[in-house]
């Protein structure tokens, strides 16, 4: 997928992308970073600042993180 097709996300359509696919909160540090984990033991962190997106690059990460392909992410917006 080229960089352009990558879609710019804010914290919460994210938040909600990865609780629909089993994750859940785990930890909230006071910086403003989530952590989030599956059953199965994948994991990840969010950087939930409010008013701000979530980096295309950054994006990429969390999706390596969790195992999902960026069509998966795309349904679960």
């Known amino acids: 997928m080229t960089e352009s097709k990558i879609p710019i ?3 919460d359509q994210l938040i909600r992308a990865l609780e629909k696919l089993g ?4 930890r909230k540090s006071r910086s403003g ?3 989030y984990c599956h059953p199965d033991g994948r994991r990840t962190t969010v950087p939930a600042h409010k ?3 979530i980096s295309r690059g950054l994006l990429r990460k969390i999706i390596r993180d ?4 960026f ?6 917006l």
């Open 71 to 76: 069509e998966e992410l795309k349904d679960l």
């Open 66 to 69: 969790v195992d999902i392909s």
């Open 33 to 35: 970073y989530l952590r």
């Open 9 to 11: 996300l804010k914290p």
């Open 23 to 26: 994750f859940s909160r785990t």
């Open 51 to 53: 008013g701000k997106t």
